[in-house]
């Protein structure tokens, strides 16, 4: 199918040539997809999809203009191009655009992005079920929003008219139960996931069933706690969030426009000294690795914190001229816009401590398992964001909490970060649990 694309990008930067646009790229998409869910023991929805996308973009001097369709139809191109060109020539000029310069095929880059494995109507619907009885089994456990069960598969492709032409196939499957307890006519909801590119490296049904049980009985009692200034310790499953604002902040279309709070702090300490962060576009099966961008430059395992200092921006080819360096690899886009600098596989190095180690000394603070809302000003740092999770008194876990505020600055809260020995590489952005100090807390 990628094939089948890649040819159909070369005919459209034919027609695109040929309506007088001096550069062009061109993007397409195509997918299937299949889930079940199952809510109390039924079938509630069964979902199946075909879609497909195409984008291309022209280049006219330093004018630049973008259009998709929704339609895979080579009969449309020599409109598609006609108006992508007419567009350009109309449009404000725009000192960085261009085709980025790195720009290579990438031959032989297998990164196990597919495994070929369709599963069929019955054996989702069997799965969903089987997550959704293990939860409901949990004494406490009172209603269910359901269990899906799903996969998709699809290609996508990327030429230009510098002669790069490249596309590669994708795979995934997920599990997702959400499950409700109540008690005392108090009611509370959490979740479970697996989600991976092999359907073979899912979790088992009943282990998601059993996690989402375990996680909303535990939230049972939960109290609302005092104001103060405490550590406060982020589970696995939401430090990833504090990543991705990192990898907002060092976005190179956000340091060039001065929008950052970190656009001063390249080659300066951001984190503590022990802490290093990677971006990997090439680890096998992850679930954001690609060979190459969405300008066709294929990037690789980039260090952008090393011992706690700024080593590196993530930049896509107008950003990357804007700040004076070569694009990352970093470039993302939809059919119909220009691309942004955007992450792949980004995580932190574990620490070298427990969870438990983590917590041991900590006399009275917070444990975040669940944050809630966006209270994140990306231009200075500050932070503020309702949250949910467990007291931590004398160095244990002591009762369930909520309407919680968390509140700091970015830069304090990086500087202070410790991190657990916890990683998962459950999503495209991980990071261990992580032990912040000194972090306003207040009932909302």
């Known amino acids: 199918m990628s094939k089948q694309l890649t040819d159909m990008l070369d005919a459209l930067l034919e027609c695109a040539r040929k309506a007088g646009a001096e550069h062009a790229d061109a993007t397409a998409h195509r997918s299937n997809s299949l889930q079940e869910t199952v809510r109390l023991g039924k079938l509630e ?5 075909e879609s497909g996308s195409l984008g291309l973009r022209v280049l006219i001097g330093k004018r630049q203009a973008s259009v998709a369709s929704g339609k895979l139809d080579a009969n449309d191109f020599p409109m598609l191009a006609e108006r992508a060109v007419a567009m350009a020539r109309l449009a404000p000029e725009d000192a960085w655009c261009g085709l980025a310069e790195a720009s290579r095929p990438s031959d032989g880059i297998d990164l196990e992005l597919d495994d070929g494995y369709e599963a069929d109507e ?3 619907h069997e799965r969903a079920q089987e997550t959704e009885e ?3 089994a949990s ?25 790069f032409s490249g596309g590669y196939r994708v795979s995934s499957h997920q599990i997702v139960c959400v499950v409700v307890a109540e008690k005392d006519g108090v009611k509370e909801r959490d979740y479970a ?11 088992a049904p009943d282990a998601v069933g059993r996690e989402a049980a375990e996680r909303v009985l535990a939230r049972m009692g939960a109290r609302k706690p005092q104001g103060a200034q405490l550590p406060v310790v ?33 080659d300066k300490p951001v984190f503590h000294e022990s802490i290093d962060i990677l971006d990997d576009p090439l680890r096998p099966r992850g679930l954001a690795s690609r060979p190459f961008d969405d300008e066709g430059v294929t990037g690789g395992r980039l260090l952008l914190i090393e011992d706690g200092v700024l080593k590196s921006w993530l930049l896509d080819g107008a950003s990357g001229r804007q700040l004076g360096f070569a694009s990352t690899g970093h470039a993302s886009r939809n059919a119909a816009e220009p691309s942004s600098p955007s992450s792949s596989n980004l995580h932190m190095l574990p620490g070298k401590v427990n969870k438990d180690e983590l917590i041991a000394d900590i006399a ?6 669940e944050l809630i809302g966006m209270g994140v000003n990306p231009v200075t740092g500050d932070y503020s964001r309702g949250a949910a999770g467990f007291w931590i008194e004398n160095g244990k876990i002591a009762y369930p909490v909520n309407e919680v505020t968390v509140a ?37």
Do not use: C
């Open 364 to 369: 009275q603070g917070l444990y975040v398992t």
């Open 45 to 49: 929805s069964i979902e199946r999809s």
């Open 234 to 266: 982020f589970d696995e499953r939401v430090a990833s969030s504090l990543l991705q604002h990192f990898a907002q902040a060092i976005s190179g279309a956000s340091v060039a426009r001065g929008v950052s709070f970190l656009d001063k702090h390249l």
């Open 122 to 124: 019955s054996l989702l």
């Open 193 to 203: 996931y697996s989600a991976t590119r092999h359907f073979k490296d899912l979790d």
């Open 139 to 163: 004494k406490g456990v009172t209603n269910s929003e359901g269990a899906t069960a799903g996969w998709s598969r699809g290609s996508l492709a990327f030429a230009n008219s510098e002669g």
């Open 408 to 444: 700091g600055n970015l830069k304090d809260m990086f500087a202070h970060v410790t991190p657990a020995d916890d990683l998962r590489f459950r999503s495209s952005t991980n990071a261990p649990s992580l032990r912040i100090e000194g972090m306003t807390i207040a009932g909302l």
């Open 134 to 136: 293990t939860a409901m």
